[in-house]
């Protein structure tokens, strides 16, 4: 193992580094068409080495393991768990043989192809064993890097590193995420969510691979450049795969291929490669044009940003109104819940202050020490209300517990100018990312304004020593209550001091009146007086129309963007509901409707165009998975709610739309397939899914028993993809003509159309409108959406 120290002195030598190209790809070229190519480090030996060999002369500097499919999680789905230690070690020791001293192995590390909760089923414990034992065996058998590609969600990304890193602090990491061609990943994380949480990470390089070619990755990578203090790395397709006659083509050859990448490097790229259907031809060209060209990566000022998964909070320029109604020790209704560990209801507060225009909301668990419901609140809390959170956890144990499953860069909550405490603070804030509350205290709370300011000071300067740039600090330069005989004006002149200072300044504004009478103006004045001199974000009761207005005419008077809305609203009141994971309000509303019309008129006025809208704001990218999949639960909720209504009615159900959906025998990915039957399910529709590795016989004997509107196959992989075909044929000649709509990465509508299917969907949403055509809604069905062309002579 040469190590991280001698990877980055490389890297700064060579100013880029060449990575390989294609592995699976390249094994189905050669006729091995296994499910899990890792298997050849065992089966075909000589294939891997000849694989490394190939690269080898074609120039690369970077050569990756066989081992993407190879954590125990991931091959526990093939049944080959057993074989997990040897297919790592092997792989290692192959690529050893081949490459020698003559350039860098990384051990490649992929995703475990299961959705981490509250997304999937699979714990973030789990994954992260699964990834620490894979990185346990490449590291001790020696490889020199690891790089861990094609992430589709940051949490699992981040479980993989945290892993990695509890193995070594010595090896060069690469850490990728894959984006879909809309700039976000499928959990719906952006490129600059993704930067700003992995600036503050010890990885050294961040990156983008697979999904797309590289013109369609090219505005995304520019995008996370904007963002990225790390070095680069990017790894494309060869374009989006064909399969004709049973043979895999990437339509994007080298020449192509390696003149796109240039202007990769021109946006600050420096280690390139190629993902899928790229050959040592791609990788050969490429080293010979990469040569002549510099990486230029502008420079990057520090990124403000708070985030969760899928909302990006800007701290600079915009005031961050931070809400404060889940906090123990300062709300009744809060501590009763808590302590009765209700998260339905404190959720319900939750969105209510996000609706009411909170950035962020803080969480104070006061003394409760009930690990699994604290993060159990949290996991629920980003992905139903969807905006960051500030931790206000003062036991630093219990804080990092909460910091490891939270899937962004948090705001904590806080740390006073102590150097033991900023050290352990700090050391969480290096592990896991965030901003930081800096108190303008040490030992103990002072009113004068010298001591409070040279605790600042003195905090600052310790932050700067392990590495925390003012940057990532907010001040509070403390408000204490008016009615304990404390001089709001100390504040006052602190926050003006401290914007003098380029610093940002938070407050918590209830603290000043507390115990006074007219709360609300005297806290209002006083914000609209701090806002003047420079206040940068408050904690604060965002629900407080009183307060909430002095905001607006300050940002209105001074010519300032409104608050910073990181949650958009959708304009109906039901469809925000929906997404929020809250039936109630639609429930109410079908009572009072039920009391005036029919059945179905309150179908047609009321619910299916709730349930349109849904798909609507997924296909414009206005909701992403997360909020897809509460959705999802909710509109089951509300269907069943309303079958009963008529049920006791003694009328009849207008039953919905029934789909069948299934992914083909051998075929164990069902990310997209979950992700359709998600989005058909919050429009309504019954789904029967029938899961992956689904045999023909089972599709045959459900359908014919279920008797479906549509038939929906899926095939992720090419050398599953016939077996699409297979099913096909089957149900015709059992004489069951409802219509067929095939998709997947290894799909196209040629081979729809060969393989005799009536629909092609390239997208969840294609399917969802393909369903629609065929449904009878009231108007007029367009039938022809994605319908294909059948030839006489195929």
Known sequence: MKGRKYVKSLLIEKKKLLLDGAHGTYFMSMGFVEEVPDVLNLEAPDIVIKHH??????????????????????????????????????????????IGENALIFGDIGPTGSLLKPLGDLSFHKAFESF??????LINSGVDGIILETFSDILELKAAYLAVREISTDIFLIAHLTFEENGKTLTGTSPEAFAALFNDLDVDAIGINCSVGPHEMLPIFQQ????????LSVEPNAGIPILEDGVTRFPIGPEEFSKTMMSFIASGATLIGGCCGTTPKHIRLLRDLMDNVEPTKSIVEDVELITSRTKVVNTSGKFVIVGEKLNYSGSKKTRKLMEEKNIEEL???GIEQKNSGADLIDVNFGLQRDLEFSKELIIQLENRCGVPISFDVQDLEFLEELLKTYPGRPLINSSRALKSEIKMVGELLKKYGGMLILLAAEDSFEEDLEYRLNSVKKGLNLLNEIGISKSRIFVDPLVFSMGAGHDPLVTLGLIERFTKMKLKTIVGLSNLSYGMPIRDDINAVFLSLALERGLTAAIMNPKNERISNSIKAYNLIFGKDEINSSEESFG??????ILNGEGDELKKLIDEKLSEKSFGEVVEELIRPVMKNIGDLYETNKIYLPQLLTAAKVVKEIMEFFEQKIHNKDGEFPKAAKVILATVKGDIHDIGKNLVAALMKSSGVEVIDLGKDVPAERILAVSKREKPLLIGLSAMMTTTAPRVKEVIEMLRKEGLNTPIVTGGASMNEKLARDFGADY???????????????????NEPQRDFGRIEKKENR
């Not at 499919?69 to 020791?93: C, D, H, M, P, Q």
């Not at 620490?132 to 065996?137: F, T």
């Open 53 to 98: 060999k190939e690269y080898l002369e074609a120039g690369a500097d970077i050569h990756l393991t066989n081992t993407f499919n190879s954590t125990r999680e991931k091959l526990k789905k093939y049944g080959l768990e057993n074989l997990f230690e040897r297919l790592n070690i092997e792989a290692v020791r192959l690529a050893k043989k081949a």
């Open 572 to 577: 109906d009141k039901l469809i925000d509901s």
């Open 760 to 778: 092609y969907a390239r997208t969840a949403i294609d399917g969802l409108k393909i369903l629609r055509s065929l449904m009878n809604d009231g």
């Open 347 to 349: 959720i319900k507060i």
């Open 224 to 231: 996370l450049s904007k963002y990225s203090k790390k070095d």
């Open 132 to 137: 620490r034992e894979q990185a346990e065996i």
